[in-house]
C-alpha cells in the first residue's frame, strides 16, 4: 500500500488502474481511524479493484473556537490499519496542497445546510462540501463511502453529487458502535472514564425511540420529547440540537414517516458527539 502526499502522485496511481479497466472506491476521512471507518474500508474493498483512504484534518470545517488544532492524529497506525483492512493507497496531503496561498474557491449549499449542525456550526458544511468536491475531482472515484452517523453530511453530499454531475456513487454505510452502544466517533478520546460511561445515554435514547415508532408512534414532538427526558437523566449532557427532520431535505417534520431522520448533537465536556435513526419504508 502505498502513502502519497500529492495530487498529482494520486492522479497518476489513479491514471495506471483506469488504464487497466479497474475500478476505484474513495474513503474520505480526517484520520484518527476507528472501527466506522473501517466499515468504510472494507465496504470499499470488497465492492472495488482499488481502494483511496484520504486522511486530511480539513481547516475549512472547523471555526476559530473549535479543536482543529487538537483533533486527534496518527497517521501510522491508520496506514498500518487501512492496509490490514485492504486499502490500495492513502492520500495524506498538507493543508497547502489542497488549499493554494490565496485560495478563494468554496462549494456552498443552502436548504439542507440550514437544519442541525448548520445551525451551531455555521461554516462546517461549505469547508465540507468543498474538501470533499476536491476530492472526487482528484480521485475521480466511482464510488464514495461514508457513515450514516453523520447522517446530515451524507444527504449534503449526495444531494451535491447530483447538483454539481460529479457522477460518483455515494454510498451512505451503517453506524458501528462500541458493545455498550455508544456510536464509533474519532472525538470520543476527548472523553474523560466518567463522561464516557455518562455518554451511553445518547445510544439508549435512540432505542427508546425506534422502540416507540416500531410500536405505532408517528407523533415526532412525542418521539423527541421521550427521547429528551432520557438524555437529561445525564448530568453531563447538553444538548445542542434533537430534532426530526426529513431526511433529504433536512426540513423539521411534524409525522414520522419515511424518510425521516431524529438526529442529535450532544456535549458531554469537550466532546460533541452524534447519533440518530431513520424511518424507512
Not at 456550526?121 to 462540501?129: D, T, W
Request: net charge negative.
Amino acid at each position: 500500500m502505498k502513502i502519497v502526499k500529492t495530487v498529482a502522485e494520486v492522479r497518476a496511481q489513479v491514471k495506471e488502474w483506469r488504464d487497466e479497466g479497474l475500478s476505484v472506491g474513495l474513503v474520505p476521512t480526517m484520520g484518527y481511524l476507528h472501527e466506522g471507518h473501517g466499515s468504510l474500508v472494507t465496504a470499499s474493498a470488497k465492492e472495488n479493484n482499488r481502494t483511496v483512504v484520504s486522511v486530511f484534518v480539513n481547516p475549512t470545517q472547523f471555526a476559530p473556537n473549535e479543536d482543529l488544532a487538537n483533533y486527534p492524529r496518527d497517521l501510522e497506525k491508520d496506514s498500518a490499519y487501512c492496509e490490514e483492512l485492504g486499502a490500495d493507497l492513502i492520500f495524506a496531503p498538507e493543508v497547502e496542497e489542497m488549499y493554494h496561498d490565496g485560495n478563494v474557491t468554496f462549494i456552498n449549499m443552502t436548504t439542507l445546510t440550514e437544519e442541525l449542525c448548520g445551525l451551531s456550526r455555521p461554516i462546517h458544511f461549505k469547508g465540507v462540501c468543498t474538501v470533499v468536491g476536491k476530492l472526487f475531482n482528484i480521485v475521480r472515484p466511482d464510488r464514495a463511502y461514508f457513515g450514516k452517523k453523520d447522517a446530515q453530511q451524507l444527504a449534503i453530499i449526495k444531494r451535491m453529487n447530483e447538483d454539481l454531475n460529479f457522477d460518483v456513487e455515494v454510498i451512505g454505510c451503517p453506524i458501528v458502535r462500541e458493545e455498550d452502544g455508544l456510536a464509533k466517533s474519532s472525538r470520543n478520546v476527548y472523553l474523560t472514564p466518567e463522561e464516557r460511561k455518562a455518554a451511553v445515554v445518547l445510544s439508549r435514547s435512540v432505542r427508546l425511540g425506534e422502540a416507540m415508532v416500531n410500536n405505532g408512534e408517528t407523533d415526532a414532538e412525542k418521539v423527541l420529547a421521550a427521547m429528551r427526558a432520557e438524555i437529561e437523566t445525564e448530568p453531563l449532557a447538553e444538548i445542542d440540537y434533537l430534532k426530526a427532520v426529513d431526511g433529504l431535505t433536512m426540513q423539521q417534520v411534524k409525522e414520522l414517516k419515511a424518510p425521516a431522520l431524529i438526529a442529535m448533537a450532544v456535549r458531554f465536556g469537550k466532546a460533541r458527539l452524534l447519533d440518530n435513526f431513520f424511518i424507512e419504508e
